[in-house]
């Protein structure tokens, strides 16, 4: 096998013009760009490594600064200097000893590790010809713990514990494995009820997706009580009440308004309350919970394993929602899989954007077949927009997210996206302007 | 008086290279080149306004960067269109609906935000013609109460509750101005004990602090528990059991870690342990003040409000750690006094770095004046490097911060300083290279 020198390091600017058709609006995202930082690895071989972190448009330009800093610990690096070590590897990324003090480990400088961190991962896929959930299916359970930094959750697991859970969880692996190939992992969507969408909008997305299979729908809530009320009737009565209907609120009230307004809607049955309140507001959830009743969703703007730490800690969450970019890449997301293993609360991955449906269906399968071994109370949210650009781009059937089969972990785009996404000087960006 | 226009904003990357003398290093933070990230405010008046974020060097750029967006929220604006409503101000800086997906409000962009609140506010003193603790001090109840974003606070601290704790300060206020006239407020040197110091060092600093009048001695620990124990040992030795001495780990434990080594060195009577593991860790603090009986610090990588609401709610800190540039400037700043008065929880603002002891000198004596009313069990950092730069420098006599009396927010450096230091093409730097 080929051990490929890293060579180059390739950092693009690339934002795709959303906010033009309010996909992605919601409470407080009122007009998304999404974008990524987006990292080529170019090597002395024929293997090149693909990574990106997400962000939803200005401010992306200091996430690609932020990763052509850390490039310089990939650079003229050979692959195997990484992956022999890849626990070292994602210290080393996020634990500068004068870049630190601009997180640690949050904001700008953790989502721009998050971008070089999975390009390794892609390249390591690649190398070893393997998509990337296959990649960490076949390795043994000692090689998934060095993987992971237990720095500052050792309180919460140890490596023996996580050892222990790994190896629980071997047997049965090749039926669970089977049962992904055949069915795919469930999945549900969030493209029918985005804030700046109309009434009939909604409905007739809601009529669409129940004919396509779909049987779990998110709305976006935050706005007036009495249309987030309106809006959870028409979904609940376009979709029936046996579908599960969530609802996300993106951070918008405070904790006692986020309590009233729950309870409120909890008329409506929902399946879970996500970003009831600020994402740091750890006792605040976990209030939220205890006082509304209601299923507490939280984590696409949790920084770090620290902080899903505690969530756990605290009962604050039933649903951890893990973030392909906004955690460091894929190591630290299996610290935090292990963690939600531990306390028994399911992982239903945060998706949408660009890239990240592409990025999460193989930590969702990874979690499946090697560390919560269940499906149950679990899907992986979907969102219908932008994966024309990617290579190998997630394949839905029937509500679920199909196995990926090439090697790799799926965030490369064609070249021409990289080209006219470009900003601020690609053809979109120039034609818009 | 007059209303100047902001007609121009200039962000300037500078960085002083104080790790070649081990200044600053800990545990953790090795080698930091002190940096700021800092903005002048030019107008259509001979006002000019002066503020900074401070870092440690690799990155600053990057609040440099995050600074310019910003500015277009101050630029071309009438000075009093901001200080009319400076809540509303700051909600602009820290909420911008693309922007705030890379924090929210937390590292680089919420440093970044620092800088140029603080800036508008030595603007706005100087417009006044007042130092900056004097400018809030003279505000009326109301008017302190309008600063501050209770958004995701208001379940630990109302309006009302805020407005009844100023106004309960409003006795004695003029007789706590005059205190602070005659002797100043307290403060603490961590100039004694940094960790790359000689043991030899560390007690002839020691020696001449104890001579200069210091009581209170802070020592960076979280290397070998031998070595720890041995400073620890020492610098008790040299500064007598009257002293107080207090220990800081900068992060470096884990948290079961720091329960252990926090209990070893009780011997030595630490008067608080700051930063015992990550600053993320609120109920990791909690658990280390509860099982090691120590009093427990922290606040310097306390990234905004909500994370200081919970430290308070969880009982999870003696000593609360204000930083006049990790949170968003003065508003923040004022929002975190509120609470922890509220909770009876004293200040000790961090400083050091470049620039913060001339910031918290301010926030201080407000704090003693108008919101906890107490000296009791208070003292700011102290630490003598880089006060050379400033045009308005911080005074101290026998271990007490002067009152500050100039206009402004202290934060204005010598034109000469901003060209030797500016990255990468100042003198300075140009001679190291």
Redesign the interface.
């Known amino acids: 096998m080929i051990d490929p020198t890293i060579t180059r390091v390739e950092v693009l600017d690339l934002r795709f013009p959303t906010s033009r058709e309010s996909i992605g609006s919601d409470a ?6 999404y974008s990524a930082a987006y990292c080529i690895l170019r090597t002395d071989s024929e293997l090149t490594g693909y990574g990106l972190t997400f ?5 992306n ?3 690609v ?2 990763a052509r ?1 850390l490039a310089g610990f990939v650079q003229n690096r050979r692959l195997s200097a990484l992956t022999d070590d890849l626990r070292a590897f994602s210290r080393q990324l996020t634990d ?16 721009a590790a998050a971008a070089l961190i999975n390009a390794v991962w892609d390249l390591y896929a690649r190398q070893q010809n393997k998509p990337l959930w296959r990649l960490l299916a076949d390795m043994t359970s000692d090689q998934i713990l060095r993987l992971v930094d ?6 919460a697991i140890t490596e023996q514990e996580a050892l222990a859970l790994l190896n629980a969880q071997r047997k049965g692996r090749e039926e669970r494995i089977a049962d992904l190939e055949r069915s795919g992992y469930p999945a549900y969507t969030t493209s029918v009820g985005w804030f700046g969408f109309s009434d009939e909008k909604v409905r007739s997305l809601c009529h669409e997706a129940l004919a396509q299979g779909w049987q779990h729908f998110k709305l976006k809530v935050g706005s007036e009580p009495a249309d987030d009320l309106r809006r959870a009737a028409l979904v609940r009565d376009e979709i029936g009440g046996s579908s599960k209907l969530m609802m996300d609120a993106n ?1 918008r009230w ?3 308004e986020a309590i009233d307004r729950t309870r409120e809607l909890a008329a409506f049955h929902p399946w879970w309350m996500e970003e009831p ?8 959830h976990a ?1 939220i919970r205890r006082e509304s009743g209601v299923r507490i969703a939280t984590g696409e ?1 949790c ?2 394993r ?2 899903f ?2 969530l756990l ?2 009962n604050a969450i039933d649903v951890c929602q893990i973030d392909s970019c906004r955690l460091a890449g894929v190591n630290e997301n299996l610290a935090v899989l292990l963690m939600a293993a531990k306390f028994g609360v399911p992982v239903c991955p945060h998706a949408g954007g660009v890239g990240l449906c592409e990025y999460v269906q193989h930590l969702s399968a990874f979690d499946y077949i090697a560390v919560s071994g269940s499906l149950e109370n679990r899907v992986t949210e979907y969102v219908d927009h932008l994966h024309e650009h990617f290579v190998d781009p997630v394949r839905i059937r029937n509500a679920h997210y199909l196995l990926p089969t090439q090697p790799g972990y799926s965030a490369e785009m064609y070249p021409q996206t990289l080209k006219d996404y470009s900003f601020p000087d690609g053809k979109v960006w120039r034609d818009l302007a």
């Open positions: 407080v995202n009122k007009n998304p760009d962000t939803l448009g200005r401010g330009e200091l996430c600064g932020a800093y500068d000893s004068q870049f630190r003090w601009l997180g640690p480990e949050k904001g700008v400088t953790h989502l237990f720095r500052y959750i050792d309180d951070q405070g904790v006692n309140t600020s994402p740091d507001d750890i006792l605040g209030r703007h920084q770090n620290v902080m730490k505690q800690q605290a």
